[in-house]
C-alpha cells in the first residue's frame, strides 16, 4: 500500500447568496470574506452570527434538559449534606482526567468528601472498573459517579448495586441497545429534545452536572453556610479536555473552549503553569493544547499512571507540582519515541504488503505498545487515507485503537464487524476495542466488508476544503485579526482556508529537512509562506502554482507580517485542479 498522494480541493459548501452575506456584513459590522467563513461554518442568521461572534456562557442551556440530571443532583445533594463518602471514577485520556479532576474539586469545595480513581491502561483497560468499584465500597463511599465512561458498563453497574453502592454515570460515548442499570445515566446520546448537546465532551457532561447542582444547591439555601464556588474557574479543564477528545468546537462547545482557553492562557492554575513552562508555551491557542500541552497529559496515561495528570491539576504547591510536570515532559519524549518506533514499523509492514485495493487497515503486533496506537492510528490514516485499527498483542489477547476517514462511522462499522470482537467502543472517529489473537483474520475480514459498505473507491481520496478562491491582495493585517475573532479553531470550526491560482514562486528552500519555504507573488502582490512537512515537495515549486492555504499573521521582532500556511500545492495547469 502506498500513500496518498493526491487530494481534492472541494469548497467547504454551497456559495452563500450575495444578499444574505450583504446582510451580515451591515447587521455584524464584518466583512465580505468573514461572513463567508462564518456561513460555510453554519452560521446562517444574523442572531447565529451574534452569538457565535460573542459566544458568552450566558447563552449555555438548561443543564436539566440533559437526562437523568435532576435525579443525579438530588443524590449528590443528599451526599453532600449527610457527609457521604463519594468515589468518582474517570478515564486515562485528557477528557477523562480534565473531567475527574473538575468534579473531584468542585465537590471537595463544595464540603464533600471525594476520593478518585483513574484505571491503569494497560492493567485495567478502558471504562468503569469492577476493581475500582469493589475499593469504592471497602473505602466507606456510598456514591460512585464515572466522567468520560460507564455507558457501556452493564457488568459493573451489577455490581455497585450488589454492594449497596448507587451509581450515577456521565458519559458522552455512544449507548448500546442495552443499558447500564444504575441510579442515573446522564449522556446527551440518550437526549430526546432539540437541543444540540450531543457533541459535548466528557468533562462538558461533568461541568454541566456541577452547573445543575449548583443550582439546586442554591434553591436549598446550601450556601448559607457553605461557601459557593466559582465554577467559571474549572472552564480551563473543559477547554483543555474537549479540544483533546477531538468533539465539535460549535456552539456549546464553542463557548465553553473559548472561557476555557482564556484562563489557560493566564494560567491561574499551578498545575497548567506548570505545564506551560516544560511544554514552552508562551500563548495559548486550541492548537497549542492539542500539540502540546494535552499530549504531556495524555502521556501519563500512555506509558505511567493517568492519576499523576490528576495530581498535577489538583496539585497547589510548586514542591509538588514541579517535578510532576517534568515527569509528565518526560514521558512525553518517551512516547513520542515509541510512536516513531511502532509508525515506522507499521508503514514496512503496510507497504511490503500488497494490499492497495483495500478499504481498510487491520494491523497487529506483539512488539507494540497498547499506549501509543491510537495516535499512530491517526498517523496512518493521514498518510494512506483509510480506516485504521492498530492491535497490539500480548499473550493471546489485543487491546486495539481505531481511527476513521470522513464517510465512515466507526463505531457503526465495529458494530457490523463485532462478532470477533470481545468488546468495543467509542464515537463515529475514534474507537477502542478488545479481541483474541485468534479471531484476528475474521475480525480483517469482517471490517473490511464494512469498510465497502459504507465506503466508495471515491471516499478513499482525501478533500482539502476550503472558504473560497481569492486573490492574494485581498488580505490585510485588519482582515486576518477579523478572521482570528473566529477562534477557537477545531473540528467543527476549522482555521479558514482559501485558493490562489497562478502564484510564481520566489526564494525556495527547505528548513530542518522537513519544511518548505518560500515567496508567492500574484499579480504584483507577494507574501511569504510556510510548507510544514512537505520537504519533500520541493520540485513542484516551479512555474506556476495554485495554493491551497491557511492565511495568519506571523510576528517576528516584533513585527507583524502575513503568512500563508501552506495545506496542498499544484501546478496550476493540473488536470486535477477543482
Not at 479532576?101 to 465537590?107: H, I, K
Not at 468499584?133 to 465512561?149: K, T
Not at 492497495?356 to 499512530?376: D, Q
Amino acid at each position: 500500500m502506498q500513500p496518498v498522494r493526491l487530494r481534492k480541493w472541494k469548497l467547504r459548501g454551497k456559495q452563500p447568496e450575495i444578499t444574505l452575506i450583504t446582510h451580515f456584513i451591515h447587521e455584524l459590522g464584518i466583512q465580505n470574506l468573514t461572513a463567508q467563513v462564518m456561513m460555510f461554518r453554519g452560521v446562517t442568521t444574523v442572531e447565529q452570527g451574534l452569538e457565535f461572534l460573542r459566544a458568552n456562557l450566558s447563552a449555555l442551556p438548561d443543564p436539566d434538559l440533559l437526562p437523568d440530571m435532576a435525579i443525579a443532583c438530588a443524590r449528590i445533594e443528599q451526599a453532600l449534606v449527610q457527609g457521604e463518602k463519594i468515589a468518582v471514577h474517570g478515564d486515562y485520556d485528557v477528557d477523562g482526567i480534565t473531567g475527574c479532576t473538575l468534579l473531584v474539586e468542585t465537590l471537595r469545595a463544595l464540603g464533600g468528601k471525594v476520593e478518585y480513581h483513574i484505571p491503569l491502561r494497560l492493567k485495567d483497560g478502558y471504562g468503569l472498573s469492577s476493581d475500582a468499584i469493589r475499593s469504592a465500597y471497602e473505602n466507606g463511599c456510598s456514591l460512585v459517579l464515572s466522567v468520560d465512561c460507564g455507558v457501556s458498563a452493564q457488568v459493573e453497574a451489577d455490581l455497585a448495586a450488589e454492594l449497596g453502592l448507587d451509581l450515577i454515570i456521565t458519559d458522552h460515548h455512544q449507548p448500546p441497545d442495552e443499558l447500564p442499570v444504575c441510579f442515573a445515566l446522564i449522556n446527551p446520546h440518550l437526549s430526546t429534545n432539540d437541543v444540540p448537546m450531543q457533541d459535548l465532551s466528557g468533562v462538558g457532561v461533568a461541568f454541566f452536572l456541577l452547573v445543575g447542582l449548583r443550582r439546586r444547591l442554591r434553591e436549598n439555601n446550601y450556601f448559607t453556610t457553605n461557601v459557593e464556588p466559582d465554577l467559571r474557574l474549572g472552564l480551563d479543564l473543559v477547554a483543555l479536555g474537549t479540544i483533546a477528545d477531538i468533539v465539535p468546537l460549535g456552539g456549546i462547545n464553542r463557548i465553553l473552549v473559548r472561557s476555557g482557553l482564556q484562563l489557560l492562557e493566564t494560567g491561574v492554575r499551578a498545575g497548567i503553569a506548570a505545564l506551560k513552562r516544560v511544554a514552552d508555551v508562551k500563548h495559548v491557542s486550541s492548537g497549542v493544547v492539542g500539540f502540546r500541552l494535552a499530549p504531556r497529559l495524555n502521556a501519563a496515561g500512555r506509558l505511567e499512571d493517568a492519576a499523576l495528570g490528576v495530581k498535577l491539576l489538583l496539585g497547589e504547591s510548586s514542591q509538588d507540582i514541579d517535578p510532576l510536570a517534568e515527569l509528565l515532559d518526560g514521558f512525553n519524549r518517551e512516547r513520542q519515541k515509541i510512536e516513531q518506533k511502532t509508525l515506522a514499523e507499521a508503514i514496512v509492514l503496510l507497504e511490503e504488503q500488497n494490499q492497495s485495493e483495500c478499504y481498510s487497515i487491520v494491523l497487529a503486533s506483539k512488539n507494540w505498545h497498547s499506549g501509543v496506537i491510537g495516535i499512530v492510528a491517526s498517523r496512518l490514516v493521514e498518510r494512506y487515507h483509510r480506516p485504521t485499527v492498530m492491535i497490539a498483542l500480548e499473550d493471546g489477547l489485543g487491546k486495539g485503537s481505531a481511527r476513521s476517514i470522513s464517510g465512515f462511522n466507526l463505531y457503526n462499522g465495529l458494530q457490523e464487524s463485532s462478532e470477533p470482537l470481545a468488546g468495543f467502543g467509542g464515537h463515529a472517529m475514534a474507537a477502542g476495542l478488545s479481541i483474541t489473537e485468534e479471531n484476528l483474520s475474521d475480525f480483517t475480514t469482517a471490517f473490511e466488508q464494512a469498510a465497502r459498505a459504507q465506503l466508495s473507491a471515491e471516499d478513499l481520496l482525501p478533500v482539502s476544503y476550503h472558504d473560497g478562491e481569492v486573490a492574494l491582495s485581498i488580505f490585510t493585517l485588519l482582515l486576518l485579526k477579523e478572521l482570528e475573532t473566529l477562534n477557537p479553531y477545531g473540528a467543527g470550526n476549522p482555521q479558514p482556508a482559501f485558493v490562489s491560482r497562478n502564484c510564481k514562486i520566489y526564494s525556495p528552500r527547505t528548513l530542518s529537512d522537513k519544511h518548505l519555504k518560500f515567496d508567492v507573488e500574484q499579480n504584483g502582490f507577494r507574501v511569504g509562506c510556510i510548507a510544514f512537512g512537505m520537504a519533500d515537495r520541493f520540485d513542484q515549486l516551479d512555474g506556476e502554482i495554485d495554493l491551497l492555504y491557511r492565511p495568519g499573521i506571523n510576528q517576528w521582532r516584533g513585527k507583524e507580517s502575513i503568512q500563508l500556511q501552506v495545506v496542498d500545492i499544484r501546478t496550476s495547469d493540473c488536470a486535477d485542479n477543482v
